[in-house]
């Protein structure tokens, strides 16, 4: 069936340190992976969308690499801020269209300390 | 242009009770998805609208329902509340209802249900 893992449940990290975190996937093909992030008792805000003809998306401090053959997606945070402390989730979105082709990780709990 | 918002926020029922949740979109966006998110599973795709059709459905029981009116809002309804479906459950706005042309999906700020 398909699966969608992000490896960690929580990641600790240092103010001003480069957090990854890490989405892998199994018995799917997406057509483009997303990163979300999410506050406690907020709503998932979009971060970022990567093809799966691109093999890497930047925006500001963020940065998102895809690789197909893996089957693997990484999201950096560079100079990372208390303030990016957050849960962070990947989705993959298959061909086909419609939303039922959504399918969320479970997220990663990013903390960075002052 | 103001956000999706759901209602109510928060909301404590029983065990075979039954429950609306009420979603209403971006001003303009047709489609409207709903989502469970619970600690053990994560975020589950419960059902997908579009101009007042279900077009998607997730791998719920039937006591899971939803419905959306000509003005895109949307309600879920879940019958015969179980201890289980204490969660948050979401609805998410988007534009248009092809995720193939990668329109970003908005979401609410969710409604909790807890179930005693």
């Known amino acids: 069936s398909q699966k969608i893992e992000q490896n960690s449940e929580a990641l600790n990290i240092q103010e001003g340190k480069t957090a990854t975190l890490t989405c892998n996937y199994t018995?799917?093909?997406?057509?483009?992976l997303q990163w979300y992030r999410q506050d406690p008792g907020r709503g998932p805000v979009f971060l970022l969308l990567?093809?799966?003809?691109?093999k890497e998306k930047r925006k500001e401090r963020l940065k998102v690499t895809f690789d197909t053959t893996l089957k693997q997606s990484l999201f950096h945070i560079t100079a990372s801020q208390p303030a990016d402390s957050a849960t962070y989730l990947c989705?993959?979105?298959?061909?086909?269209?419609?939303?039922?082709?959504?399918?969320f990780g479970k997220g990663t709990k990013l903390s960075v300390k002052p | 242009k103001a956000g999706v918002t759901q209602t109510p926020r928060y909301l404590i029922k029983t065990r075979g009770q039954q429950v609306t949740l009420s979603c209403s979109p971006i001003?303009?966006?047709?489609?409207v998805s709903w989502y469970q998110q619970t600690p053990g599973q994560g975020l589950q795709f419960l059902f997908e609208?579009?101009?007042?059709?279900?077009?998607n459905k997730g791998n719920f029981p039937g006591r899971f329902s939803g419905r959306q009116f000509s003005n895109s809002r949307s309600e879920m309804n879940v019958s015969t509340l179980e201890l289980g479906d204490s969660a948050l459950y979401l609805c998410?706005?988007?534009?248009?209802?092809?995720?193939?042309?990668?329109?970003?999906?908005?979401f609410g700020p969710g409604t909790r249900l807890l179930v005693l």
């Open positions: 998410a706005s988007s534009l248009l209802r092809d995720r193939a042309l990668q329109e970003t999906q908005y």
């Open positions: 018995n799917y093909s997406p057509a483009y």
């Open positions: 990567i093809r799966e003809n691109e």
């Open positions: 989705a993959l979105v298959g061909y086909g269209g419609s939303q039922g082709n959504l399918i």
């Open positions: 001003s303009g966006h047709r489609s």
């Open positions: 609208y579009f101009s007042e059709t279900q077009r």
